[in-house]
């Protein structure tokens, strides 16, 4: 928490920075193969710590990948509908 405060946005900046490769991606899941449950757990990690500000792209990863789950769950009770009807 102190070297959020001191730093700031460039403590954001460094651990987002493309010069670092993969070595922080494990901490902060937002690919697409990344599970929702890990993604919720890294935000509520760092938000307890005190890194609340470092999570703003995974909530919104988040909130993204949870559209994309209600669609594709919507799609499939359709089709699953429109099976149903052919018997």
Same mark, same amino acid.
């Given at each position: 928490?102190?070297?959020?405060?001191?730093?700031?946005?460039?403590?954001?900046? +460094?651990?987002?920075?493309?010069?670092?490769? !993969?070595?922080?991606? *494990?901490?902060?899941?937002?690919?697409?193969? #990344?599970?929702? @449950?890990?993604? +919720?757990?890294?935000?509520?990690?760092?938000? !307890?710590?005190?890194? *609340?500000?470092?999570?703003?792209?995974?909530? #919104?990863?988040? @909130?993204?990948?949870?559209?994309?789950?209600?669609?594709?769950?919507?799609?499939?009770?359709?089709?699953?509908?429109?099976?149903?009807?052919?018997?």
């Amino acid at each position: 928490q102190e070297m959020s405060s001191f730093m700031g946005q460039q403590l954001k900046q +460094r651990l987002f920075d493309a010069n670092y490769g !993969t070595a922080f991606s *494990g901490l902060f899941p937002m690919g697409a193969d #990344a599970s929702p @449950k890990d993604t +919720r757990f890294s935000i509520n990690f760092f938000t !307890t710590i005190g890194l *609340g500000g470092l999570t703003q792209e995974m909530r #919104a990863f988040l @909130k993204e990948k949870h559209k994309e789950m209600i669609a594709q769950q919507q799609m499939e009770s359709s089709s699953d509908d429109e099976d149903g009807d052919e018997e």
